[in-house]
Every structure is written in C-alpha cells, then in structure tokens.
C-alpha cells in the first residue's frame, strides 16, 4: 500500500520562508510524478507544483513560479517543496501526490496517491 505522509506546514510572516516534504513508503516511484496541489478555504484544490521522479523535470503554476522550488531525494523517496517570498494568497492545506504515469501532471485526475495535507498560514 502506497503512503504519502507531508510534514513542515505552520504559520509564517508573509515574505517568509517553508518547506514541505513528502515522505513516500510502499513503493518506489522511480519514473513517476509526483506533485504538490493546495487548497484555501472555500476554492477548489489546485495545481502547484510537479516533478519526475528519476529525471528531476519540472513543472509550476504561474503563481508560485520563481518563489517555490520542488525537489526530490530519490534516496531518501522523499520530495520537497520549497516555499520563499510567501504572500497571504498561499494560505491553504498542501497536499501532496503521486503519479503512476510518467512525465509530469498537472491535473488532479491524473494522481493515485496523495497525503493528508499540511496546512500552511501566511500572515501579513
């Protein structure tokens, strides 16, 4: 059974920094993308960051783009997602996920796996 377990979340001072990691166990995901979607109050989750798992490549929604990094230690099967410049708008639960398909993904649909969330709070 695949499990995906997030960590790092808390509240920080807008213009601070976090980063998030993704613990994975049951499987390796070697070739398979992995991702990190949020959800604020009241929206619809969305896309914020992807990556592959043997390769690196990646991918970030416009908003996030130059400000987060997403990364992975294959050693350890675990990612991370970086999180500079944070502003009051990147308030939501972080969740993230994996992807039996190769290459990077971008929709919701396209993850089998994901997280229970780690909630993030930028305050201004």
């Known amino acids: 059974q695949v499990q995906l377990v997030e960590s790092g979340g808390g509240l920080v001072q807008a213009g601070g920094s976090l980063t998030l990691s993704c613990a994975a166990s049951g499987r390796t995901f070697n070739n398979y993308a992995m991702g990190w979607f949020r959800q604020a109050p009241g929206k619809e989750r969305e896309f914020v960051a992807t990556?592959?798992?043997?390769?690196?490549?990646?991918h970030y929604a416009d908003s996030v783009k130059g400000r987060f990094t997403i990364s992975r230690d294959n050693t350890k099967n675990t990612g991370y997602l970086q999180m500079n410049s944070l502003k009051p708008e990147d308030t939501a639960v972080y969740y993230c996920?994996?992807?039996?398909?190769?290459?990077?993904?971008?929709?919701?649909?396209?993850?089998?796996?994901w997280g229970q969330g780690t909630q993030v709070t930028v305050s201004s």
């Open positions: 990556i592959t798992w043997s390769i690196g490549y990646t």
């Open positions: 996920a994996a992807s039996t398909r190769y290459g990077l993904r971008v929709d919701i649909g396209e993850y089998d796996h």
